[in-house]
């Protein structure tokens, strides 16, 4: 497999505290990897250090499989960045703003009116920055990140204080971006449900440490299926259930299935049925992504 990032034992101390630990993120080309992680947990500070902005205190980065390190100045070409609010020139128009950068990359004149059209700010190109929202702000933010087509694009929680509409707007655009220009795209954010809705890939990292790191739909299949049916007479009902050998349990006057095939299920109501018992409702109820995202860093915090 192709890492794009991979970083080994990438430790930051801060007097005693670990702020990262021994993290190992992998980040496999034309990926949209979600770091996620709560408030605290070192994501910022991880990003950091793959944007050489912060001297790891111990480990490694490699980025297109070169030591950041030695390779400093060649890596960073190419890779694009949105950490904190960007700072604009607030009398300066959008396209403006985005021209002063474009010098400085050196990237040809016509790149400014591309990465305004990818971002869909082409209609307020010439307006003043200083009247813009900040979701028109982050979308230039990104837009002056891609100025030099990156070929990694490091997003720390671009989502962060937008309203839902700007939510909307830069997750759309962001999962555009891999397919059309082949780029891979590093997201944080402390939100699950905003990552997956975006990410290909996921890493979560609590206090420091990398505690899951694999594909989302590995992740999806952390949560367990189970079936509930409401029926009367409901201990009754379960205690027949129990005398046939079907594993249940009974919650709040309903009967809790898990981990059953479709079969099975069709079974147990058969049943159910055929003892007389009436069925109110059979419902699906998966453990959400976002229970499994707390019990796991809630686990990690016991330890
Ligand atoms: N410059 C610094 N000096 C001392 N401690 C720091 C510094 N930067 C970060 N920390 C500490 O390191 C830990 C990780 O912080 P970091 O900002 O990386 O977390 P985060 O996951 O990005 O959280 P958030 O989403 O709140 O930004 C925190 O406990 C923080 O207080």
Redesign the pocket.
């Known amino acids: 497999m192709e890492y794009i990032v991979e970083t080994r034992k990438l430790t930051k101390r ?1 007097g005693k ?1 670990f ?1 990262v630990s021994d993290l190992a993120m992998k980040i496999p080309k034309g990926e949209i990897y979600g770091f996620l ?1 709560p ?8 990003i950091r250090m793959l944007l050489g902005l912060m001297q790891p205190t111990a480990g490694s980065v490699r980025i297109f499989g070169s030591d950041l390190k030695k390779d400093r100045i060649n890596i960073l070409k190419k890779v694009g960045s949105l950490v904190e609010n960007p700072s604009y020139y607030p009398h300066l128009t959008a396209a403006e703003n985005l021209e002063v950068l474009r010098k400085i990359y050196g990237t040809e004149k016509n790149r400014v009116n591309e990465v305004l059209e990818i971002v869909r700010l082409s209609d307020v190109a010439n307006k003043k920055v200083k009247g813009f929202s900040l979701g028109m702000k982050q979308r230039l933010g990104i837009a002056a990140a891609l100025l030099n087509r990156p070929e990694l694009l490091i997003l720390d ?1 671009p989502t962060n204080g937008l309203d839902p509409s700007g939510i909307i707007e830069i997750r759309n655009l962001i999962k555009r971006l891999p397919s059309i220009y082949g780029m891979t795209i590093v997201i ?1 954010s ?1 939100l699950l449900s905003e990552i997956d809705q975006i990410a290909t890939t996921v890493g979560i ?1 609590s206090k ?1 440490k990398m505690i899951f790191q694999d594909s989302i739909d590995v992740m999806r299949t952390f949560s367990k299926q189970s079936v509930v049916v409401k029926v009367n007479e409901s201990e009754k009902a379960w205690r027949s259930l129990m005398a046939k050998g079907i594993q249940g349990e009974l919650h709040d006057g309903k009967i809790l299935l898990v981990d059953k095939t479709d079969q099975e299920i069709a079974a147990i109501i058969r049943n159910l049925v055929q003892n007389g018992h009436d069925i109110y409702r059979v419902e699906e109820d998966k453990r959400s992504l976002e229970d499994i995202f707390l019990q796991m860093t809630a686990e990690e915090e016991r330890v």
Request: glycine share 24%.
């Open positions: 801060f505290e702020a992680g408030n605290g947990a070192g994501k910022t500070t991880t929680e944080s402390h990292v420091g």
